[in-house]
């Protein structure tokens, strides 16, 4: 830097950091692979984020896939799923339906840093989700889905750094009246964060998502379209699904129930057979 400046008396530039370093895929990218799947249907509406705040203020879960991926272990509104936070079983939907894990684990709260602290206790700049802090008193009642003993994994979300996705917060904030949203990583449990079309589409099919919002395009299944199992699915995965799947057959077992006392009723081996288990529980 000293002979850059100093020696060949070049100016100083202004070098901004930003997390979305990862791949980014073109319109065309994206429509090839979605034209080559079997059992989605898509559009192309003229505002996507426009069109995504009402299906999430009409209580839909997307999936969110656009721009450069994210560096690091948040979903930070690229690769994203989003709900609305302004019910407070969405928190239990999205868990038991789309991230196949515990009902007690906790979602960030999505908000345009100008309204940060109309929300948040936040003293300072908070884009990467990296800090818990306590929820205003007087929204205590509005965004219950993100909140977790009165407090919130906050991602103030800047126009500059963010621009669609701070756009679709405040679309949603003009259907709602509130512009924050649950924000969690795109990802099925046991798996990484979906790195490109393929895998966006996959994860859409193999959780409970109503729509998956990629780039310019909603994807929508079609009519009586089983989602298949992944081809790797975690046993966690597979053991929060079997839970779902034993609770609803009509067992009075909650999700929290384990696998010692599903055993109890339910054979071992049916458990494995469901989800071709080897012994041990890993997926062939």
């Known amino acids: 830097m000293q002979v850059y400046?100093?020696?060949?008396?070049?100016p100083r530039r202004e070098v901004r950091f930003s997390v979305f370093a990862g791949p980014e895929y073109t319109e065309a990218e994206i429509e090839t692979v979605l034209a080559q799947q079997r059992g989605i249907g898509y559009s192309r509406p003229p505002d996507v984020a426009s069109f995504a705040a009402q299906r999430l203020a009409a209580g839909e879960i997307l999936g969110w896939f656009h721009g450069h991926m994210e560096y690091g272990p948040r979903g930070l509104g690229h690769c994203s799923i989003l709900a609305s936070p302004l019910l407070k079983d969405m928190r239990n939907v999205v868990n038991d339906r789309i991230k196949h894990r515990e009902r007690f684990r906790p979602f960030a709260g999505a908000v345009p840093l100008e309204h940060a602290r109309e929300f948040f206790e936040l003293e300072n700049h908070s884009p990467y989700m990296q800090f818990v802090v306590s929820v205003r008193e007087s929204a205590l009642?509005?965004?219950?889905?993100?909140?977790h003993f009165r407090t919130c994994r906050a991602q103030a979300v800047d126009h500059f750094e963010n621009p669609l996705f701070h756009k679709l917060l405040l679309e949603f904030g003009k259907q709602t009246g509130c512009p924050v949203l649950l924000n969690t990583s795109f990802n099925d449990a046991d798996e990484p964060i979906v790195y490109s079309p393929t895998d966006a589409v996959r994860t859409f099919l193999n959780t409970k998502l109503d729509r998956?919002?990629?780039?310019g395009f909603v994807v929508e299944r079609e009519r009586h379209t089983e989602c298949p199992l992944p081809r790797r699915l975690g046993w966690r995965a597979a053991l929060n699904r079997f839970r779902l799947d034993y609770r609803q057959s009509g067992s009075s077992a909650g999700p929290e129930v384990g696998f010692?006392?599903?055993?109890?009723d339910v054979s071992e081996a049916r458990f494995r057979a469901k989800f071709r288990f080897a012994d041990p529980p890993v997926v062939k």
Do not use: D, K, N, Q
């Open 212 to 215: 998956l919002v990629i780039g």
């Open 260 to 264: 010692g006392e599903i055993a109890r």
């Open 141 to 147: 009642e509005r965004i219950p889905a993100v909140v």
């Open 5 to 10: 400046h100093s020696v060949t008396g070049a």
